[in-house]
């Protein structure tokens, strides 16, 4: 990639499609019948805590039995060569791009493997059931829930995303809709500080429109295919 030095890569939850895990819009994107914005935000936590930790204790244990793909190797292994800044923004909660040897990376939206007190504000790992009312080991309170943001919280580590944003060469976003802020934004921020911009989904997205060059396909056959 010639004269490209930072690279900032968005991911959403089409990458994670081919390895089995339903993303929120497409066919099959309802669960138990809710829309994903019905059961991701801190009122539904108030008003149904056990459904929202039921939705989140499904998915935790959906990941025992899936693997990265090809596209996550393919990330992975930019990550393990590339000589310059590189920084993987993933939407998704999953674990599969840690799985597959991602490092330089954050989950802007939260993790499926991590559980943070209401109370204290305090995170710790998570991999089985997690009941409502279930203690905090630092201030006792029985306050833990899914280490997820919801719609209306501030997703995590922004400050360290608009900087990686301002200073890229190169905005890539795979396997995203587009529907979601603000990570939708991200492409007109990135081309807003003369970056180059490269969409890798399996359709177009609300977003297309702002990105310098959009390839459609499976993210299993686009991702290595821009990475090697
Ligand atoms: C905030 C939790 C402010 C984890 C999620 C109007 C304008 C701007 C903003 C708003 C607005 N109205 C409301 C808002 C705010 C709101 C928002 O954007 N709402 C939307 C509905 C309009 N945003 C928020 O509330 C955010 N917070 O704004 O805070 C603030 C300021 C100060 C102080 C406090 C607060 C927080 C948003 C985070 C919500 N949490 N997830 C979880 O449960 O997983 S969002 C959830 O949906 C995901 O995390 C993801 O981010 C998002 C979008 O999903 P996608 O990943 O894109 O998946 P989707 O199914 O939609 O699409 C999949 C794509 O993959 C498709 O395009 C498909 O074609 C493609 N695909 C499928 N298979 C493949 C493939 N591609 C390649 N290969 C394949 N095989």
Same mark, same amino acid.
């Given at each position: 990639?010639?004269?490209?030095?930072?690279?900032?890569?968005?991911?959403?939850?089409?990458?994670?499609? $081919?390895?089995?895990?339903?993303?929120?819009?497409?066919?099959?994107?309802?669960?138990?019948?809710? @829309? /994903?914005? +019905?059961?991701? =935000?801190? $009122?539904?936590?108030?008003?149904?805590?056990?459904?929202?930790?039921?939705? !989140?204790?499904? @998915?935790?244990?959906?990941?025992?039995?899936?693997?990265?793909?090809?596209?996550?190797?393919?990330?992975?292994?930019?990550?393990?060569?590339?000589?310059?800044?590189?920084?993987? /923004?993933?939407?998704?909660?999953? +674990?599969?791009?840690?799985?597959?040897?991602?490092?330089?990376?954050?989950?802007?939206?939260?993790?499926?493997?991590?559980?943070?007190?209401?109370?204290?504000?305090?995170?710790?790992?998570? =991999?089985?059931?997690?009941?409502?009312?279930?203690?905090?080991?630092?201030?006792?309170?029985?306050?833990?829930?899914?280490?997820?943001?919801?719609?209306?919280?501030?997703?995590?580590?922004?400050?360290?995303?608009?900087?990686?944003?301002?200073?890229?060469?190169?905005? /890539?976003?795979?396997?995203?809709?587009?529907?979601?802020?603000?990570?939708?934004?991200?492409?007109?921020?990135? @081309? !807003?500080?003369?970056?180059?911009?490269?969409?890798?989904?399996? $359709?177009?997205?609300?977003?297309?429109?702002?990105?310098?060059?959009?390839?459609?396909?499976?993210?299993? $056959?686009? /991702?290595?295919?821009?990475?090697?």
């Amino acid at each position: 990639m010639k004269d490209i030095t930072n690279i900032v890569v968005l991911t959403g939850a089409g990458i994670s499609a $081919e390895s089995g895990l339903a993303t929120f819009r497409g066919p099959g994107g309802l669960w138990e019948g809710h @829309r /994903v914005e +019905d059961v991701c =935000t801190p $009122e539904a936590l108030a008003r149904d805590a056990a459904l929202v930790h039921r939705f !989140y204790d499904a @998915r935790r244990a959906a990941l025992g039995g899936v693997v990265p793909n090809a596209a996550h190797d393919a990330l992975a292994r930019l990550d393990r060569d590339w000589p310059g800044e590189l920084l993987i /923004v993933t939407q998704n909660v999953d +674990d599969l791009h840690e799985r597959a040897g991602a490092r330089r990376m954050l989950h802007m939206h939260g993790e499926l493997n991590s559980a943070l007190c209401a109370a204290c504000d305090a995170r710790r790992p998570w =991999t089985g059931s997690l009941p409502p009312g279930t203690s905090c080991d630092g201030c006792g309170a029985p306050a833990l829930r899914p280490d997820i943001v919801f719609f209306g919280e501030m997703p995590y580590q922004m400050d360290t995303i608009d900087r990686a944003l301002a200073t890229c060469d190169l905005f /890539v976003s795979i396997g995203t809709s587009g529907a979601v802020y603000p990570a939708a934004g991200f492409v007109q921020t990135a @081309r !807003y500080h003369g970056a180059a911009t490269l969409e890798l989904n399996l $359709e177009p997205s609300a977003g297309s429109g702002w990105f310098g060059e959009t390839r459609l396909g499976p993210a299993s $056959e686009l /991702v290595p295919a821009w990475v090697d």
